[in-house]
Every structure is written in structure tokens, then in C-alpha cells.
């Protein structure tokens, strides 16, 4: 009886020691909730779901005073990815704060362009290339297609394009089957 | 290691090599004009060297290898740059991409060309001999075999080289003709492999269906220490990981390559292109396609790269009625083309123009049954109708818990479904799907940080303004040099009528 005090006090020593250590040397900075929900984002920053990029509005998620479904980028998958990591129903996209689009990227005319900086000054993540009285340009790679340099242009000298298909971006399609007959359909032509 | 091992599943398939293998390889007619794609193989796109006026001779690089895993594509001909823009290509897609079209000149003018001594080499020079000469593997996947040639970071020491010249796939017989009339070149070209890796033993793993192969072969190895060795007659015994496991027994771990096992394997006609390159100088201009099907003469043709299909078509004698679709490849692994005006590149093992016997008739898809079917020819050794299920409702995650990734769409499960279900598309398209989904997140990623750099960035500035301004007004941003002035002003205005005071009430009001 003597020794299974002994044992088991030694027992919940150790085990509150090694609680201790794990507690100080695997702290945990920060809300990591706001880091999965950021990770799901999609990072557009183009501030659709009303507050100022994709963080903000994480953040607020994962406060409880925005709802899941108001990240027209994200998409539905986004909605799921969200409901899923949060144990919430997913839910349609509200429309108020926009539709799902597909891929864009800004292009600047470049004839057009009076080097004002104003969507420079814009852009969310410093895609856009220039100096004062300088034309302008968007570095496509670095365009998250988010439209905040569409309205501050004087001249409406940028435009949305859609994102090129080019052989390194094609994807198999989901294979079609025919409603009719059941055969599988050409997944080019689908 | 004398004895066979086998592989999980397999088919035996129908073969239809007969009717393109009795003839001997024919070379083609210089076609007037070559497009010749800049992406011929797996990797980075190789960067223009020329642009349109220019002239070119044959063999002369006219796109470089960008980046470790490239290769280099020249001239198949001479004559003078058309354009360089994008034209369509072999693709399953139908979509344009980058190539240098060529009129050609018809003089066949070559680059200098200078055979080298391998032995005398440095390994690293070598490899870098056979990256330029756009030397990849010729067995239908067009990976630069000067990536595989080099061990490190794989294994130690190569235990077995393997020579690949099993062709499994029905219709094609481009590789067995080359093994039987160019026997003596593959195996120059397997010298220096060989001088290259050091392995132990190496093995030329080819399948029973070609005696006549297996002797030429045998009889070119006489003296050398490489083995021939017959493997049965299965599709698909000549895929990477199912040759290796036929030869030497060994099983590739999943996500990882042969070589990390200590098995490197090239296709036979990827070690001809290595002997033309160092032992004559010559870099891969061509290469030999197996066209048949419903075609008036099948026969093997060595094509220059670029030459458009309709024009080898033409050399045997044209079409045969009842042409459906005109696939590049096997028809088991092949995908079908949108026309046949596009370029033979250096994956163009065979061009089948199908007729409606060679295609599986159109029926009705049915639901799985799981029967277990698939599960009983995976050469991978997975669960195919798992596999299917997690595919179809797009759940990514659960299908690469059934290893989605070790799939090698040999086709042989969609080929036995008694429900007829185009299994493959399905994991082609999961693949796709995961792969974009990492591209995407990739994307996200370099925006977070970007936007991050900005917010940082703005941040900086506003607080380097407000230095600016306190520095330019010292006195008036500064509260403690602020109080005695205020001090002063108060006493001022005591002792001064009326205007005075105004001012120091306005001072104070600034610095509260």
C-alpha cells in the first residue's frame, strides 16, 4: 500500500513535470484558428467580404462576427474548406458581397496610362509597376485579380482579362457521362 | 540474379505488332516545312536561341535548356526560321504551345559535328554533353536523361542498370526494329551509360514476342557482361517500376524512384541517342515512330522532329477507310489528336489511326458492381474501385490515402470493367485537381506574404514621416522643450496687451 502511494505520487510528479515543460517549451504564439482560417483564404486581399484583406477578415471568422460565406474568390470549395474546419454547415455564397467569377488578371493599356500612381497606391500586394508621369504595368504573375486598381484609374485605362489556358495549366476534365445513352463523352468536346 | 520475378495484375493484351515490324525502318522525306516545339520534353520549356530571318544548320541548338530538369531542342534541318510563336502540338488538350518553325532548304547543311572520347570526360562534362544535345528518354515520357544519369542524392552505387526495351503496349514496334538493326549502336550508347554509373550488373529486359530482338541483342552483348533477359509477353511489363520488379525483384517504395532502390532504367532507344551524341556528335533530331492502324503500308519510319503526322501518314500509302480517331501512343496509354498536322516530337513513340475495331465500342457506362476486377490486373498494386469512388465525389484527400500518386494509368482496370467505366480519366482528373489545388496554394501563399511586405511596408513610411516632422520642428514636437516656452509665453502675456496672448493659447492648444 505504501509503496502504490509512493509509485503513483512519483507517478504524477513526472507526469506534472513533463506537463510543466511541454506547457513553456511548446507554447503556442498567437490564435492558430485565425492562421488555419488565413491558410484557407484565398489571399486575393481584394476586400469583398467587407473588411480590409483576407487576415481582417480571418479574424473575424474566427471572433464570431463574420459568417463563413462571404469570400466571393474562395468559392464554394472555400465555403466547404471553411465549414469543414470550423464543424459549421456549409452555406451558399451571400450575394452581397459578389458573385464567383473566374480567374482574372489586370492589364493595363499602356497608351492610355498618365503615370498618375493612383493604382499603384492600390494595389494590394505591389503588383503593379511604375513611377510618377512613368507608364504603368501589372506584373501578371504577382495579380491576385482583385479590382481594387479599377476605380481609383482616371482614365479607366485597366482591364479585367481572363487567365489564358496555355498547355501548362490544362487540367483532365471531370469525366462527362452522357444522360441519354450512358456513354462517356469526349472530354475535350465536354 | 538469373531467375524472373513477376509483377501484381497485368494483361495480356492483343498485340497487332506483325503487321508493322517485317518491313525495315524506313527514313522519311524532308517534309518543306518543321514545327518544332520547344516542349518535347518533362520540365521547364526550353528558351528560344533563334528568331524568325534567321538562318540555321542542321543540328544547330535552336532552343536551350532552361533549368536543371530541361533539355535542348535543335534544328532537324537546315534552312531559315519561319516564326517562333505557338502552334498547335500533341496534346491530349488540343492546345498551342512555343515552337520554331523551319523551311526547310532542302541542302541537309550539318552543324560541325564532333565525336568525343567519353572516357577521357568528366562525368559532370558528359552529362552536360548529353543535356545539350537534347538527349531524354525516348520510351514515351521524354524525361532528360542527363537528370537520371546522375546518382547523387539517390544511392551509393547503382546496383543494376536496366535497358528497357519490353514495348508492352499493343500496335507499337518501333523499339523492336531498332533493337533489330541497330543492335551494335545500343549498345555503344549502353557503354557509356555504363562508364557513367558504374553499376554492377546491367540487364536488357526485352519481351518474348521478339525473338528476333532478343537474338540481335544477345548476339551485340556477346563479350560485354550485359544480360539479355526474356520477359513474359504482359502489359504493362514494360512500365518503369514493373520492369525493375521483373528483373530484379525489387519493389519501388512508394513516392520514391527505382534509382532510390539502386535501379536506373533507360529505353533502348534513348541509349542509341546517346551514342549518336557523344560518338558522332550528332544531338536528337530525330527519332523512329511506329505508324499503324488503319494505314494502307504500317511500317517504322525515322522521322526528323517536327515533321507533321499527315506527311508520315502519306508515306504509307495514306489512310485506310473507316479512320475514327488518330492517337499518339498505345492505345491503352495513348490520347487522341485534334488534327494531324501536328509535329512528331521526341514522345511520339506511335501514331494509330483507330478505326472503330481498335476502339472499345461505345456502350452504355453502368454503376460499379465491385466486382474486384481492377483490383486483380493493378499492376501498381492499389485498389482501383477505392480509388474511383474518392475520384468521382472529389475527395482528393481520402484518394491519395489510396495513393492516388503511385497510379501509373496503364489502363489496364477501365480496360476489364464489366461496367465499362473510364476509370483512369477519373484519377487523371484527381490528379490534375491536386495539382492545381498546390499551384493555387502556392499562389495564396506568395500574396499573403506580399500583402504582408506592403502592410510592413506602409507602416515604415508613416512612422518615417512622423520622425521627418518632428525633426523639422523640433521645438514644437518636442513637449518638454515645448513647456518652458509656454512658461515664457504665459509670463509674456502678463506683463503684454492682448495679441501676445492670443498666440500662446494657440501654441498651447497645438501641443496638447
Not at chain 2, 515490324?21 to 516542349?39: D, Y
Not at chain 2, 514496334?173 to 557509356?192: F, N, P, W
Not at chain 2, 504509307?316 to 498505345?330: N, Q
Not at chain 2, 467505366?421 to 498546390?438: C, D, F, G, H, M
Request: charged share 20%.
Amino acid at each position: 500500500m505504501f509503496v502504490a502511494v509512493i509509485a503513483l505520487g512519483v507517478l504524477a510528479g513526472a507526469s506534472g513535470l513533463l506537463l510543466g515543460f511541454a506547457a513553456v517549451r511548446f507554447r503556442v504564439e498567437g490564435d492558430p484558428i485565425v492562421e488555419k482560417i488565413d491558410a484557407i483564404l484565398p489571399q486575393t486581399q481584394c476586400g469583398q467580404c467587407g473588411f480590409a484583406g483576407c487576415r481582417p477578415y480571418a479574424e473575424a471568422i474566427a471572433a464570431g462576427e463574420a459568417d463563413i460565406n462571404q469570400c466571393p474568390p474562395g468559392g464554394e470549395g472555400g465555403i466547404a474548406a471553411l465549414a469543414e474546419l470550423l464543424g459549421r454547415d456549409p452555406k451558399p455564397l451571400n450575394p452581397e458581397n459578389g458573385a464567383e467569377k473566374p480567374k482574372m488578371v489586370a492589364v493595363i493599356d499602356e497608351q492610355n496610362c498618365i503615370g498618375c500612381t493612383l493604382c499603384i497606391q492600390a494595389c494590394p500586394v505591389d503588383a503593379i509597376l511604375g513611377a510618377a508621369k512613368h507608364m504603368h504595368t501589372v506584373i501578371a504573375r504577382e495579380c491576385t485579380g482583385c479590382e481594387l486598381c479599377l476605380a481609383p484609374c482616371p482614365v479607366d485605362c485597366i482591364q479585367m482579362v481572363p487567365v489564358a489556358q496555355t498547355i501548362a495549366t490544362w487540367k483532365w476534365t471531370y469525366p462527362v457521362v452522357d444522360a441519354k445513352t450512358g456513354s462517356p463523352a469526349e472530354a475535350s468536346v465536354a | 540474379m538469373s531467375g524472373l520475378f513477376s509483377f501484381h495484375g497485368g494483361l495480356k493484351t492483343v498485340r497487332h505488332k506483325t503487321e508493322s515490324n517485317r518491313e525495315a525502318i524506313r527514313a522519311s522525306v524532308l517534309p518543306q516545312r518543321l514545327t518544332v516545339p520547344l516542349r518535347q520534353h518533362i520540365g521547364a520549356i526550353a528558351k528560344p536561341l533563334v528568331q524568325a530571318g534567321d538562318r540555321v544548320l542542321k543540328g544547330q541548338m535552336i532552343g536551350q535548356p532552361d533549368g536543371y530538369i530541361s533539355a535542348a531542342v535543335h534544328a532537324p534541318t537546315s534552312g531559315v526560321v519561319k516564326a517562333v510563336d505557338q502552334r498547335p502540338v500533341p496534346h491530349p488538350s488540343g492546345l498551342p504551345d512555343w515552337c520554331v518553325t523551319i523551311d526547310s532548304d532542302g541542302e541537309e547543311r550539318w552543324i560541325a559535328r564532333e565525336p568525343v572520347d567519353y572516357r577521357r570526360l568528366h562525368p559532370s562534362a558528359l552529362r552536360n554533353l548529353l543535356r545539350n544535345a537534347g538527349v531524354v528518354g525516348l520510351g514515351g515520357a521524354a524525361f532528360p536523361s542527363a537528370v537520371k544519369l546522375n546518382l547523387s542524392g539517390h544511392c551509393e552505387r547503382l546496383e543494376t542498370l536496366i535497358l528497357n526495351g519490353a514495348e508492352c503496349e499493343p500496335w507499337i514496334t518501333c523499339d523492336d526494329r531498332i533493337m533489330r538493326e541497330r543492335a551494335a549502336e545500343i549498345v555503344a550508347g549502353l557503354h557509356v551509360m555504363v562508364h557513367l554509373l558504374e553499376p554492377r550488373e546491367v540487364l536488357i529486359g526485352i519481351e518474348d514476342d521478339k525473338p528476333e530482338a532478343i537474338a540481335a541483342m544477345t548476339a551485340a552483348c556477346a563479350g560485354t557482361g550485359y544480360a539479355v533477359r526474356a520477359v513474359p509477353t504482359r502489359y504493362p511489363s514494360g512500365s518503369v517500376k514493373q520492369l525493375v520488379r521483373l528483373l530484379t525483384g525489387k519493389e519501388t517504395p512508394v513516392d520514391s524512384l527505382p534509382v532510390d532502390v539502386g535501379v536506373q532504367c533507360f529505353n533502348v532507344a534513348t541509349a542509341y541517342t546517346v551514342h549518336r551524341a557523344v560518338e558522332c556528335g550528332e544531338p536528337v533530331i530525330s527519332r523512329i515512330v511506329t505508324i499503324a492502324g488503319h494505314v494502307n503500308q504500317p511500317r517504322n519510319i525515322e522521322s526528323l522532329l517536327g515533321a507533321p503526322f499527315a506527311g508520315l501518314v502519306a508515306q504509307c500509302g495514306g489512310y485506310r477507310d473507316g479512320v475514327e480517331r488518330l492517337i499518339m501512343g498505345g492505345p491503352m496509354m495513348g490520347f487522341a489528336l485534334h488534327s494531324d498536322e501536328v509535329p512528331v516530337t521526341k514522345a511520339t513513340n506511335c501514331v494509330l489511326a483507330a478505326g472503330a475495331a481498335e476502339l472499345a465500342p461505345e456502350q452504355p457506362v453502368m454503376p460499379c458492381i465491385r466486382c474486384g476486377a481492377c483490383v486483380e490486373v493493378c499492376p501498381a498494386d492499389l485498389l482501383p474501385q477505392q480509388l474511383y469512388w474518392h475520384a468521382r465525389a472529389k475527395e482528393f484527400d481520402k484518394a491519395q490515402d489510396y495513393h492516388l500518386f503511385s497510379c501509373i494509368e496503364c489502363g489496364c482496370c477501365s480496360y476489364v470493367c464489366p461496367s465499362r467505366i473510364p476509370l483512369v480519366q477519373y484519377y487523371r482528373y484527381a490528379k490534375n485537381e491536386i495539382w492545381a489545388q498546390e499551384k493555387e496554394k502556392q499562389k495564396a501563399e506568395l500574396a499573403r506574404q506580399r500583402h504582408q511586405a506592403r502592410q510592413e511596408r506602409l507602416e515604415r513610411e508613416k512612422q518615417e514621416r512622423e520622425a521627418k516632422l518632428r525633426q523639422k520642428a523640433p521645438p514644437r514636437a518636442e513637449p518638454n522643450a515645448e513647456k518652458p516656452s509656454i512658461e515664457t509665453a504665459v509670463a509674456r502675456a502678463k506683463a503684454a496687451p492682448a495679441p501676445s496672448l492670443a498666440t500662446a493659447a494657440g501654441t498651447g492648444q497645438q501641443t496638447d
